[in-house]
């Protein structure tokens, strides 16, 4: 192994098992744990809401398992036609989950400050992955590849929120709210520094502009 490949295999690690977390919609009760249990009744009854919010963990969930396995050029040169394949699976399974999510995001627990970072988070998700499809759809590969950079951390903003939001708990806040007002922005903000960071130095060796 590799130790310039670490950080991927950490990656695909968390990826893989936040991916898989939504299963437990659906085969726990988790009315009585979680972010459920702070949902008034009548979001929980609302049907509405119950498509929306399963629609986005489901396929939030597969963008997630599918997503990092996109980034190797080992297996994109191996494997081209699983690539397009699964990018195709990918944009799907974004735009249904940050559609969903724009909807749910307006029911959020904590308040305006919840609703307004995850709707940001939403509308961002899904720009990024219509750009991303659109560029490849004309066979720009790098700016493909920079608007995948920046849709798949913001993605991982799933990973991120899990992270931290029991260290925010435990170290700082002592209380679940406070907690999850900050999280709402702090899971996905970095994340898209940290993209931008990548794309920036990758745009410095080619030298062409993000469009
Ligand atoms: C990146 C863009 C995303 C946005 C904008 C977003 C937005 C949201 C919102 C608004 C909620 C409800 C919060 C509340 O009512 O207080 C939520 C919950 C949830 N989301 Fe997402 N989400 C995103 C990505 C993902 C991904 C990739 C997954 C895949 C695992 C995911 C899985 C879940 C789950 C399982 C819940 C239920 C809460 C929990 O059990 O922790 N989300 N999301």
Same mark, same amino acid.
């Given at each position: 192994?590799?130790?310039?490949?670490?950080?991927?295999?950490?990656?695909?690690?968390?990826?893989?098992?936040?991916?898989?977390?939504?299963?437990?919609?659906?085969?726990?009760?988790?009315?009585?744990?979680?972010?459920?249990?702070?949902?008034?009744?009548?979001?929980?009854?609302?049907?509405?809401?119950?498509?929306?919010?399963?629609?986005?963990?489901?396929?939030?969930?597969?963008?997630?398992?599918?997503?990092?396995?996109?980034?190797?050029?080992?297996?994109?040169?191996?494997?081209? +036609?699983?690539?397009? @394949?699964?990018?195709?699976?990918?944009? %799907? *399974? =974004? !735009? &249904?989950?940050?559609?969903?999510? /724009?909807? $749910?995001?307006?029911?959020?627990?904590?308040?305006?400050?919840?609703?307004?970072?995850?709707?940001?988070?939403?509308?961002?998700?899904?720009?990024?992955?219509?750009?991303?499809?659109?560029?490849?759809?004309?066979?720009?590969?790098?700016?493909?590849? +920079?608007?995948?950079? @920046?849709?798949?951390?913001?993605?991982? %903003? *799933? =990973? !991120? &929120?899990?992270?931290?939001?029991? /260290?925010? $708990?435990?170290?700082?806040?002592?209380?679940?709210?406070?907690?999850?007002?900050?999280?709402?922005?702090?899971?996905?903000?970095?994340?898209?520094?940290?993209?931008?960071?990548?794309?920036?130095?990758?745009?410095?060796?080619?030298?062409?502009?993000? +469009?």
């Amino acid at each position: 192994m590799k130790i310039k490949n670490l950080p991927w295999i950490a990656i695909a690690i968390f990826a893989v098992i936040i991916g898989l977390y939504p299963l437990l919609y659906f085969f726990v009760d988790m009315r009585t744990s979680g972010l459920l249990q702070s949902k008034p009744k009548a979001v929980l009854n609302s049907a509405c809401w119950n498509a929306t919010f399963y629609t986005h963990i489901t396929f939030g969930g597969i963008a997630l398992l599918i997503g990092w396995a996109q980034f190797s050029a080992n297996l994109r040169q191996r494997y081209i +036609n699983a690539h397009r @394949l699964m990018g195709k699976f990918y944009v %799907a *399974a =974004v !735009t &249904l989950s940050s559609v969903a999510g /724009l909807y $749910i995001a307006f029911f959020a627990t904590g308040g305006l400050v919840c609703v307004l970072g995850f709707s940001s988070l939403a509308i961002i998700w899904l720009i990024s992955n219509i750009k991303a499809y659109i560029t490849i759809q004309r066979g720009n590969i790098l700016q493909h590849q +920079n608007w995948m950079t @920046l849709n798949y951390a913001l993605t991982f %903003a *799933a =990973v !991120t &929120l899990r992270v931290f939001l029991p /260290l925010l $708990i435990m170290f700082i806040f002592h209380d679940f709210l406070p907690a999850y007002r900050v999280v709402s922005w702090l899971c996905w903000v970095p994340n898209l520094i940290v993209a931008l960071i990548i794309i920036n130095n990758r745009q410095k060796n080619v030298n062409t502009p993000l +469009n």
